[in-house]
């Protein structure tokens, strides 16, 4: 059964450096054909994805925000990790992370998401 | 980047109506279009993959269509756990696209 999971802070400051951690287990990144991706949602609006990483340690970004993206993996741990620096307002809502299967059989987008964790950032 | 337009923004409806939301990319996506309905306070669920293959365990009363630019999500005979928020989602390239949603609401 694959699960995933967010975690991080609830709050941060505007200009700060955002840290947010996926945890998984059904899988491992070590898996030809599997990533994982992160995808945002401000409140009331429209999902918008962010980054991904593949088993081989390929990274892509949305063009938009790539100078201040960076994603990591964890593979002993099992665990993605995505940081965001200069935080400001109109980044608050709720970070999603979610796994792609590239397999012969898998359907290559996402198919399983985290829960979500909700940031806001303010003063 | 590549673009996603879906259509309409919101669709109002009946339980039983048989609905469409039409997503057009900038450019030529050939299949690698997906369906995702969101509820509120919770993460997307993918429907469709492949322009139109079912994802398991999803009603047959979805359905998915079309190539290159322009796709719909087909929905028979609406039933009230169906109303919530569709978008569409282009993967012909790294960089991954949605759309900007169609709320189904309750007539």
């Known amino acids: 059964q694959v699960t995933l999971r967010e975690s991080g802070p609830a709050l941060v400051k505007p200009t700060q450096t955002l840290t947010l951690t996926c945890s998984f287990s059904?899988?491992?990144?070590?898996?030809?054909?599997?990533?994982v991706s992160w995808i945002r949602q401000p409140p009331g609006k429209a999902l918008e994805w962010l980054a991904l990483?593949?088993?081989?340690?390929?990274?892509y970004y949305t063009t938009s925000l790539k100078t201040r993206l960076t994603i990591s993996k964890d593979t002993s741990k099992n665990e993605v990790v995505l940081t965001m620096t200069n935080m400001g307002p109109v980044d608050t809502g709720t970070y999603f992370c979610a796994r792609i299967s590239r397999t012969a059989t898998g359907t290559a987008t996402f198919q399983h998401w985290g829960q979500g964790i909700l940031v806001t950032v303010s003063s | 980047d590549v673009q996603m337009t879906q259509s309409p923004s919101t669709l109002s409806a009946s339980v039983g109506d048989r609905v469409t939301i039409t997503c057009r990319a900038s450019?030529?996506?050939?299949?690698?279009l997906a369906w995702y309905q969101q509820k509120p306070g919770k993460a997307p669920k993918l429907l469709v993959y492949k322009a139109s293959s079912l994802e398991v365990g999803v009603p047959s009363r979805f359905s998915g269509s079309g190539y290159g630019t322009e796709f719909t999500l087909t929905i028979d005979s609406l039933q009230p756990d169906d109303f919530a928020t569709y978008y569409c989602?282009?993967?012909?390239?790294?960089?991954?696209?949605f759309g900007q949603g169609t709320k189904l609401e309750i007539k």
């Open positions: 989602q282009q993967y012909d390239s790294y960089l991954y696209t």
């Open positions: 059904g899988f491992s990144l070590n898996t030809s054909g599997m990533c």
């Open positions: 990483i593949d088993w081989d340690g390929s990274r």
């Open positions: 450019q030529n996506i050939k299949i690698w």
